[in-house]
């Protein structure tokens, strides 16, 4: 009888050791894990179960002398998955970058969650990595560069991103098909309401990247842009309305774009960043594209 409650005990470990490792592993490979030179993988921590994580399979050759610059990211319509997004933050992780989006990791079959969610969980993702980056136990110890934090966020997304735009460990801020409302109180339910004196806390460059005319939140995007003149502000807007290119392969021309501008601001790639730089800047040459910016060489 003992030896059979010993056989039980040991059998109850090991079922909880492996239901703690499957709890931490879960994940999966989006688009062959990206164009870039780091192949991404999407997954969920079970310390950060609120959360997707997207960064490069192989985290070995990162280092302190080699560090993932992070950026945090907001869904559309303020929901609590990024499924309508994997394809775009997949592709930017590729590019050897930690993402952290808000929400539960979607299901294979195409999981729709449309739980709210809050902006919040923008700072508690920075928060959370931040933590991980001096936890000596943890897999992303010194491998995450805590001077280098983008926030960003399409649609509601981007208002939750303007919401904690003045949080100072911030370096960028990236809003997509987004802008403030003139009139808080008539925005939808369940988005931020803030209104235009938030722009004022923006404290670091800025780029909007909008889907032209037919894009629901074009006027309220451009209204931002006018209205931002104390910081390097681009806005690149592609005729493609307000769904963007999230879904199309490897996230499209608005993955393109967005990657080489966290290229540029948060690894220091001048390359990358001729895509915004020079008169004419590289992306007001692309068909594609209309561009305006100010305070940016």
Known sequence: ?????????????????????????????IENGGTGKYSAIMLSDASLPTHTIFRPADISTFTKKHKLPLIVWGNGACFNSPWEHVNFLNEIASHGFMVIAIGIMPEENGEKMKDRSQASQLTDAIDWALAQNKNKNSVYFGKIDCSKIAVSGMSCGGLQALEVCGDPRISTLVVCNSGLFTNPAGSRSGMPQIGKEQLNKIHTPTLYLLGGPKDIAYNNGMDDYSRINHVPVFVGNMDVGHGGTYGQPHGGEFARVATAWFRWQLKNDRKAGKMFTGNPCKLSLDKVWTVQKKNMP
């Open 1 to 29: 009888m003992k030896t059979n409650r010993i056989v039980l005990l040991l059998l109850a470990v090991m079922f909880s050791i492996s239901a703690l490792f499957s709890q931490q592993t879960k994940s999966r490979i």
